[in-house]
């Protein structure tokens, strides 16, 4: 085809008296993707599977794999064995290098229906639209591979136009997919299906051909993808560097802040402020000589640690996965000790690949069974809470919603079902929908009510703030917390000194109504 660039792979076995390969899978490239990327064919030995990877030019680093594929279809006189060809599917993922974005599409002859294609309550995905309901026996094989591998279907979800993928006279199916890890679902987008027939109707190309000759049963899919290259190559002398400084906050000397130059400081600052305006700026830099008074303090009679972290040491390595257990830790350690050997081997590369693939294997299944078992016992503690509903709301908050309130999707389901992710209109629909809940006629008048009767009068409410409640405040915090944006421990406020200008330094927010920039 004129500006593309063809990439194929023909069946192994062929016919004694065919004259050539025919069958398979092939992706066609356009031309100008050669200009920046170097595209070549890295696996291709199962029939029905081809692997491409297009590397980026300017950085080898930067590179992104395609899986373009064809199952037979069920009952045909070339099926394969289902299992075995999505395990041959697994074992190529599991040799992608990390983070190097993959997809798949083709015509998997799978109808999976509505079946999830992920583990509910701890994968979060979107709904997925469906279009066709119907499933065949590949349809479940389909979905537990997708659960192994941690990838989802992309047909139904950021979606502009879904509809049936295969449109014959013997009727309609969604058998073609794209795939796409669970993390990566994000960088798909404006997914569409579009049929033959309509893209022939596009062209004007009714009454000029032969329709039932030319026109494919299968559809065409389309999306766009977007990819996180690295823009320049990082190296250590342009990483900034972060110094953290932490005292021992055990041994803290009896005579901390109690010598006299430092209380002379801290009171000579409280006075100043007391004497001058009291404005917003006199407050700031009060405030700032305080924490310098004490930062003084600690770094000459508190023992200290200096750490510095940038992007090539002291990774947080915390797994904050509920439903991960020590028995995943020790199966992802063989796995990666696997992962090394295979890669710094120099012979017997097939048998340690095949070493490393059944150990990814084992690691993903007890993953999968790891969060299945969360999931229910979830469920049974939710049961058991039914008569405890302060606990049982709690329990909500943690595993659900208190999990995702920060990411709420800018998408809204428009009035034909399709998804629609521009700004300008989500937020106009959302602006609609609160207005019309607001608004809706229902709610009762409200009068107006004299607001000073709500005002209360309390002297102890309205006294100042004594060192009793500030050292009472300081017995119920927790020792060992990581300080706040003045880089003080909290234990470092435990003497009388500290205590009182701490109060000092309350009251007069309290009498202001002012409070340092740095408590913002």
Known sequence: MHGYQWFGHNRNNIHKRAKCGSGGVGVLVRNDFADQFSIEIVESSKDGIMWIRFTEKNCVQNCFYVCVVYLPPENSTRAVNAQEFFDNIIG???TIPNENMFYLCGDWNS?????LDYIPGVDSLPERNVVDFKCNTYGSIFCDFLSDISCCILNGRNTIQNDFTYVSTRGSSVVDYCIVPYEKLQNFEKFSVSRASTLVDTVNGIGKYDLKGIVPDHSMLSWEMSLDFLVTEITRENTKQSVKTRYDTQNIPQDFLLNSEAICDLNKLILDLENSNKSQVDLDQMYCEFVKVVKSEMSSKLSCKTYITDGFNNKRRRCKKPWWNEELTVLWNCVCSAEKIWIKA????????????????????ACQRAKRQYWYSMQDELKNLEDNPKEFWRKIGKIGVGNNRQSIPMEVKMEDNSICTDPKIVLDKWKCDFSNMLNSGNLYETTEKDVNSCII??????SEITNEEVVKILKLSKAGKSPGCDEIPMEMYKNQTAINALTQVFNICYNTGMIPELWK
């Open 92 to 94: 190529d993922i599991y």
């Open 111 to 115: 109808r999976c229906g509505d079946m």
């Open 346 to 365: 120099t012979c017997n590369k097939s048998t340690l690949r095949h070493n490393y693939v059944q150990k990814r294997k084992h690691f993903d299944k």
């Open 457 to 462: 009068t309390d002297d102890i409410l309205d």
